[in-house]
């Protein structure tokens, strides 16, 4: 069974870091670009970033480029998010989630979500 | 960036009844369109990829159809467990975007 635990959110001030971590099971992950996806308050769903399989092709949505750094640590099944200089409009719940792959860019699995609150 | 745009936002069906759910591109996406369904407090669910390819799991009396810049999610026969909020998304251009969702209640 294909499971995504995503943890590190919390209550964090604005200008502040904080790093989110995925962690997968149930599937080959080494093999399986990822995604991160954002969701503001009773917003709609945001994409914010994307690594391939082996972690050299990275992309990032306007918003937070230059302030979040998505990485992979194949051997320990893990997907992260560091994510700097953080302000209120960074304020959702992230879910990590596993690409379609082969230039199929949806999300077949998503984890649960952690909430970031960026408030002073 | 691909702007999509969902329509209606707010769908009042009663179960039983055909839900049909709109989602447009600002420009052309081909087939590289998805739909995810999401109830309050739970992460999204892939419902259609490829424009009309069901994913796994995913019950018959939803599908999609539609290419270039104009898609369809039908929901041919609501039951209780579809009342939710649908998102579309292409994933033919980076940055992926999202529509705003369509909400869909029981009338």
């Known amino acids: 069974e294909v499971q995504l635990v995503e943890s590190g959110g919390g209550l964090v001030q604005p200008g502040g870091s904080l790093r989110l971590s995925c962690a997968a099971s149930?599937?080959?992950?080494?093999?399986?670009?990822m995604n991160w996806v954002r969701q503001a308050p009773g917003k709609g769903l945001e994409w914010v970033s994307y690594?391939?399989?082996?972690?050299?092709?990275?992309y990032y949505a306007d918003s937070v480029k230059g302030r979040f750094t998505i990485s992979r640590d194949n051997a320990k099944n893990s997907l992260y998010l560091q994510m700097n200089s953080l302000r209120a409009e960074d304020t959702a719940v992230y879910y990590c989630?596993?690409?379609?792959?082969?230039?199929?860019?949806?999300?077949?699995?998503w984890g649960q979500g952690t909430l970031v609150t960026v408030s002073s | 960036e691909i702007v999509m745009t969902q329509s209606p936002a707010t769908l009042s069906v009663s179960p039983g009844e055909r839900a049909t759910l709109s989602c447009r591109a600002s420009q052309s996406v081909s087939s590289n369109l998805a739909w995810y369904q999401q109830k309050p407090g739970q992460a999204p669910r892939l419902l259609i990829y490829?424009?009309?390819t069901r994913a796994t799991g995913i019950p018959a009396r939803f599908s999609g159809s539609g290419s270039g810049t104009e898609f369809t999610l039908t929901i041919s026969s609501l039951q209780s467990e579809d009342f939710a909020v649908y998102y579309c998304q292409q994933y033919n251009n980076w940055p992926l975007t999202f529509g705003q969702g369509t909400k869909v209640e029981i009338k």
């Open positions: 989630a596993r690409d379609g792959g082969w230039a199929a860019h949806f999300a077949d699995y």
């Open positions: 490829g424009a009309s």
């Open positions: 149930g599937f080959t992950f080494s093999s399986y670009e």
């Open positions: 690594i391939s399989s082996s972690g050299s092709t990275i």
